[in-house]
């Protein structure tokens, strides 16, 4: 059975940075792209950012270009989410998912979620 972990989010002050890491297991992790996601209470969840498999293709939601960094590691089945100048908006549960790389990070399919880790900016 699929699983994605996440693990980073912490309470941090605007203009700091987190690194947020997705860790897979029970599913073959190079043949999957894989977004993160975000999502505040009483709101649908936010497409952040998301990055191929194989050809590490980056794609970023608007608000967060230029500041966040996504970055895979298929040797660790692992992905990072590089979050700098974090702003008070930023503050929401970060989600991992992952989609067959058939499908493409715009797909709404994707197969496995990570329950979230939360993070907090203050101002």
């Known amino acids: 059975e699929g699983r994605l972990v996440e693990s980073g989010g912490d309470l941090v002050q605007a203009g700091g940075s987190l690194r947020l890491s997705c860790a897979a297991s029970?599913?073959?992790?190079?043949?999957?792209?894989i977004g993160w996601f975000r999502q505040v209470s009483g709101k649908e969840p936010e497409g952040v950012s998301c990055?191929?498999?194989?050809?590490?293709?980056?794609v970023y939601e608007d608000s967060v270009k230029g500041r966040f960094t996504i970055s895979r590691d298929n040797d660790k089945k692992t992905v990072y989410l590089q979050m700098n100048n974090l702003k008070p908006e930023d503050t929401a549960v970060y989600h991992c998912?992952?989609?067959?790389?058939?499908?493409?990070?715009?797909?709404?399919?994707?197969?496995?979620w990570g329950q979230g880790t939360q993070v907090t900016v203050s101002s």
């Open positions: 998912a992952a989609i067959p790389d058939y499908y493409g990070c715009s797909d709404p399919g994707y197969d496995y």
């Open positions: 029970g599913f073959t992790f190079a043949d999957y792209d």
């Open positions: 990055i191929s498999n194989r050809d590490e293709i980056t």
